[in-house]
């Protein structure tokens, strides 16, 4: 009988407990089971939805590795695995997509049922991640890339061309998916259209490069921040505004606007905020509700406008990712030079300094930051 190969130690970020800052301390990462690949991660992005394990807004029971926006080299694979081979590049996908439910089924990867039951450990309910004393630690989305090594399921990854740099490829796992796919795949913006996106932080960036691709002829960023409304001009917002200095930014937006805009975007996870952003739409308009708000968070909007004006308020989770088609798309596109993702990460950090990594994203001060793994 063989002997079964180690875990592998890793450095890893880990919420233990809610509210409190987070820490790095080293991991046990078990090898691959059955349909599993282990991936020893190159880059992670430090993105909002981590933060949101961290203080309760996501609720995720601690203690947590973090990590979701990962990419990395397969070093491992298990039992059954045909799709993965040593050495293959991939990116995480915090949706596991199973294939074979009813969403699944019709395309809509993103809702699939298997990743209700991925949350905090793979889908079949296994942990592969242990601390040093052996206890079981969940992982963030069934993911846990915020760490040297990763053993995640297979409906978990998708390989990607190896001449894509891994520290930019990490993006694409949540931030960059989630804002261009809102354009192109949930809101379906056309060519010519008025835009308005609210929140400009890794999210709301993107689906400013999004609307510019798709061909928007008016794309207007609102965020409280210059430096990031300066980044969105040069990613492609035609006008900024700055609700700082704003009586009302609805009023500021339909007039800039003629009248309203025929698609905006919520990308800060906040009720009054949506309803600002369904309320800067002209008749027919699509508002799309990227960000993540609170549980018991409310958005309040004029009902009849929905008859009225035909206005259409929508969700948009993951960009409405088909992600085993869209990761690969991004990465061409980004490798055309129309997809810009050097420009969002706005500081690297080591694994060690991932307690400031997360104080500098509480602080909006990144558009995106990333620990790199050396």
Same mark, same amino acid.
Request: net charge neutral; hydrophobic share 40%.
């Given at each position: 009988?063989?002997?079964?190969?180690?875990?592998?130690?890793?450095?890893?970020?880990?919420?233990?407990?809610?509210?409190?800052?987070?820490?790095?301390?080293?991991?046990?990462?078990?090898?691959?089971?059955?349909?599993?690949?282990?991936?020893?991660?190159?880059?992670?992005?430090?993105?909002?939805?981590?933060?949101?394990?961290?203080?309760?807004?996501?609720?995720?029971?601690?203690?947590?590795?973090?990590?979701?926006?990962?990419?990395?080299?397969?070093?491992?694979?298990?039992?059954?695995?045909?799709?993965?081979?040593?050495?293959?590049?991939?990116?995480?996908?915090?949706?596991?997509?199973?294939?074979?439910?009813?969403?699944?089924?019709?395309?809509?990867?993103?809702?699939?049922?298997?990743?209700?039951?991925?949350?905090?450990?793979?889908?079949?309910?296994?942990?592969?991640?242990?601390?040093?004393?052996?206890?079981?630690?969940?992982?963030?989305?069934?993911?846990?890339?915020?760490?040297?090594?990763?053993?995640?399921?297979?409906?978990?990854?998708?390989?990607?061309?190896?001449?894509?740099?891994?520290? *930019?490829?990490?993006?694409?796992?949540?931030?960059?998916?989630?804002?261009?796919?809102?354009?192109?795949?949930?809101?379906?913006?056309?060519?010519?259209?008025?835009?308005?996106?609210?929140?400009?932080?890794?999210?709301?960036?993107?689906?400013?490069?999004?609307?510019?691709?798709?061909?928007?002829?008016?794309?207007?960023?609102?965020?409280?921040?210059?430096?990031?409304?300066?980044?969105?001009?040069?990613?492609?917002?035609?006008?900024?505004?700055?609700?700082?200095?704003?009586?009302?930014?609805?009023?500021?937006?339909?007039?800039?606007?003629?009248?309203?805009?025929?698609?905006?975007?919520?990308?800060?996870?906040?009720?009054?905020?949506?309803?600002?952003?369904?309320?800067?739409?002209?008749?027919?308009?699509?508002?799309?509700?990227?960000?993540?708000?609170?549980?018991?968070?409310?958005?309040?909007? *004029?009902?009849?406008?929905?008859?009225?004006?035909?206005?259409?308020?929508?969700?948009?989770?993951?960009?409405?990712?088909?992600?085993?088609?869209?990761?690969?798309?991004?990465?061409?596109?980004? *490798?055309?030079?129309?997809?810009?993702?050097?420009?969002?990460?706005?500081?690297?950090?080591?694994?060690?300094?991932?307690?400031?990594?997360?104080?500098?994203?509480?602080?909006?001060?990144?558009?995106?930051?990333?620990?790199?793994? *050396?």
């Amino acid at each position: 009988m063989s002997t079964p190969p180690p875990p592998f130690k890793a450095k890893a970020v880990v919420c233990r407990t809610i509210g409190a800052p987070v820490t790095v301390e080293e991991i046990l990462v078990q090898p691959p089971g059955p349909g599993e690949i282990t991936m020893k991660v190159a880059a992670c992005g430090v993105c909002h939805s981590d933060l949101s394990a961290t203080n309760g807004t996501i609720p995720f029971p601690p203690p947590i590795v973090l990590g979701h926006e990962g990419a990395g080299v397969v070093v491992a694979v298990g039992e059954g695995v045909s799709r993965f081979a040593v050495g293959d590049h991939v990116v995480s996908s915090f949706v596991s997509m199973c294939g074979k439910c009813r969403y699944c089924a019709e395309g809509r990867p993103q809702l699939c049922d298997q990743s209700a039951k991925t949350t905090v450990s793979l889908p079949d309910g296994s942990v592969r991640t242990f601390d040093l004393q052996g206890k079981p630690l969940g992982v963030f989305a069934g993911c846990g890339t915020m760490a040297e090594y990763a053993t995640l399921h297979v409906d978990s990854v998708v390989k990607i061309d190896r001449e894509m740099p891994l520290d *930019r490829a990490a993006l694409i796992g949540c931030g960059v998916m989630t804002g261009f796919g809102a354009v192109h795949n949930t809101a379906h913006v056309q060519a010519g259209s008025a835009t308005a996106v609210f929140g400009c932080g890794g999210v709301g960036l993107n689906v400013i490069q999004g609307c510019c691709i798709a061909g928007a002829s008016t794309i207007v960023a609102i965020d409280t921040s210059d430096e990031k409304l300066e980044l969105a001009r040069q990613l492609g917002a035609t006008h900024v505004v700055n609700v700082g200095q704003q009586d009302n930014v609805v009023k500021t937006v339909r007039s800039l606007t003629q009248g309203g805009v025929d698609y905006s975007f919520e990308c800060v996870g906040n009720g009054q905020v949506v309803s600002q952003a369904y309320g800067a739409l002209r008749k027919g308009g699509t508002a799309v509700v990227v960000g993540v708000a609170k549980q018991d968070d409310t958005t309040s909007i *004029r009902t009849a406008t929905l008859t009225f004006d035909e206005k259409t308020l929508k969700g948009s989770y993951f960009g409405s990712a088909r992600p085993a088609v869209d990761f690969p798309r991004l990465v061409s596109l980004y *490798r055309q030079r129309r997809l810009r993702l050097d420009e969002l990460v706005t500081h690297e950090y080591s694994v060690d300094d991932a307690p400031q990594a997360f104080a500098d994203l509480a602080e909006g001060r990144n558009a995106r930051g990333m620990i790199v793994f *050396r």
